[in-house]
C-alpha cells in the first residue's frame, strides 16, 4: 500500500501540478526505496498507484507501453482529457484478460486505486483525478479531490487527490501544518479557505514518515518522492533531503558520488519547505555575464523560476 497525493501551485507563474508518494513496497520484508510515481514519454502527464505492486506493477507496464506504441498519444496530439478514456480502457482490458472469477478478482484489487494528473493543452489548465474500482469489477476515472478537515476548505483551485493507507493519521499531521500556517478562525462553525497550496502536502507526509514503525511493519515508509508537472509539457523529478546529507531520487538514496542538477526540496527540518537549486551555484565565465561571479554555495536558494528548474539560462551578449 501507500500514500500518494497531487495538488498545484497556482500562485506561480507558471503554475504546476506537485505528485508525491512515499517509497515502501512490501514482499517478504519492506523495501523503502522503490519509485511509485512514473512520467508518461509523452511529457506532460504522470501516473502513481496504491494497493498490490504485483498487481499494479503489470497494469503500468502495459499502459506506457500502448501510450508510446500510438502516434496521438505519445505526441500529445491527444489531449490528457481523452488520454484517461485511453487509460481506463487499457486497464479494464488487463483485468477482463485476468483468468479468475470476477469475486476473487475484486477481492484482490480491493486496495488499488490509480491517480493520473496532467496538463490539458486544450483547456490550458490541470485535469487530475483517480482510477477506481467499481462494483462490476471495473476501473472508472473520477475528479473529485479530498474533503479537509475542519475547519479548513479548498478553494476553487486548491483541490487536493490522496490515496491509499493512514488517512486519518495523515490529515491529523496536515491540520497541525495547516494551524500554523492558516490558523483556524475563533468561531467553530466558520471555514478557513485554503486559496493555495506550497509544499503543505509533502511536509505532512514527511512528518508522517518520520515516525517509527510501532507494532509490526507499516505499509508506508522510505523518502518522499517527488515529480512536478508543467503546463508546457514538462516533467520534473525533484531530489528530497530528508537528512544532513541524505538525499533522495524518485525514492532511491542518492550515492555520494552522484551530483545531481534537480532542484532540491530540502525537507530536512520541521520548518517550512524550500527548493535549492544546485546550478545556481556553478559559476558563469566572466565574458557571457560581463562582471565576475560570486558564487554562494551549492545549495543556493533563489526564486523560482520555470528556467531554474529545467537547469538552463539564457547568456547575455558579451
Known sequence: MTITLAWVRHHLTPPEIVIASDSRLRTRGPMDQAQKIYQLRRGDCCLSFCGDAQIAYPLFVQVSVALDNHFRTSSR????????????????????????????????????????????????KPHIGIFKLQRDCRFQFHRAGVKLPHPWRAGAKADLFFIGDYKSEYFAKLSDILQQRYPAPPKKQNKKIILHWDYEPVEALQALLREPDVGGIRAIGGAP?????????????????????????LGRRLFVWEVTEYPI???????????????????????VRGRRYNPRGSDAEESRSPEDELGSFDAADS
Do not use: C
Open 77 to 124: 496530439a491527444l489531449d490528457v482529457t481523452s488520454l484517461t478514456g485511453r487509460i481506463e480502457k487499457m486497464l479494464n482490458n488487463m483485468i477482463d484478460a485476468w483468468k479468475l472469477p470476477t469475486a476473487e478478482k475484486a477481492e484482490e484489487l480491493a486496495g488499488t486505486t490509480i491517480l493520473f494528473a496532467g496538463w490539458s493543452w486544450r483547456f490550458e
Open 265 to 287: 526540496l530540502d525537507l530536512s527540518t520541521r520548518r517550512k519547505a524550500k527548493i535549492l537549486y544546485p546550478k545556481r551555484a556553478v559559476p558563469v565565465p566572466d565574458r
Open 225 to 249: 518522492q517527488v515529480v512536478k508537472v508543467y503546463p508546457f509539457a514538462q516533467t520534473i523529478p525533484i531530489v528530497v533531503r530528508t537528512g544532513k546529507g541524505t538525499h533522495s531520487l
